[in-house]
């Protein structure tokens, strides 16, 4: 098994896959675009890295689950 198969490996990517989605969906939710398509988009964005990082945290709980 490699080092980056490992589930201590695997639960550190996961970990800060999650930390990349909430730090994205938190400056989409500050209303960083001030016209309506911006805020459309932002809204779409934000929708993503919400979905992301629930995806994240399962993985993050199965590869800690391995340890």
């Known amino acids: 098994m490699s080092a980056r198969d490992r589930p ?3 639960a550190e990517d996961h970990l800060s896959d999650l ?3 909430a ?3 938190t400056l989409c939710e500050s ?7 911006g805020k459309a988009f932002e809204q779409r964005i ?11 945290l399962r993985l ?3 590869a800690r689950a391995e340890i």
């Open 8 to 10: 201590e490996r695997r």
């Open 19 to 21: 930390n990349m989605a």
């Open 23 to 25: 730090a994205i969906q």
């Open 31 to 37: 209303s960083l675009f001030r016209s309506r398509v």
């Open 46 to 56: 934000a929708k993503l890295c919400r979905d992301e990082g629930q995806r994240q």
């Open 60 to 62: 993050l709980d199965k």
